[in-house]
């Protein structure tokens, strides 16, 4: 009976310690899952602002392209003035 009340300690003890080792791994899974999350939580961050400098610039771009066509149109229009100038005269 006795051997029998020290084998249960032994086990009881062997469990407790398992159950401890389980509870230490489940600790660790829950710290790199949070790390993980906080990770894509940044990465998800990090996208909405390269979105947004996307799309600011390809306004730019587009606001740039304007100019240049404005601007390729007025020299196209003052080389016209000038040609019709120099044939008049």
């Known amino acids: 009976?006795?051997?029998?009340?020290?084998?249960?300690?032994?086990?009881?003890?062997?469990?407790?310690?398992k159950v401890a080792?389980?509870?230490?791994v489940n600790e660790e899974r829950i710290k790199l899952?949070?790390?993980?999350?906080?990770q894509i939580a940044k990465l998800t961050?990090?996208?909405?602002i390269l979105r947004s400098n996307c799309k600011m610039i390809y306004a730019e771009s587009i606001q740039n392209a304007t100019k240049l066509h404005d601007a390729e149109s007025k020299i196209a229009d003052e080389k016209r003035k000038y040609n019709s100038?120099?044939?008049?005269h």
């Open 21 to 24: 080792d389980l509870n230490l």
């Open 33 to 38: 899952i949070n790390d993980l999350e906080a």
């Open 45 to 48: 961050s990090d996208i909405v």
């Open 85 to 88: 100038f120099v044939a008049k």
């Open 1 to 17: 009976m006795k051997t029998e009340i020290v084998q249960k300690d032994t086990d009881i003890d062997n469990l407790t310690r």
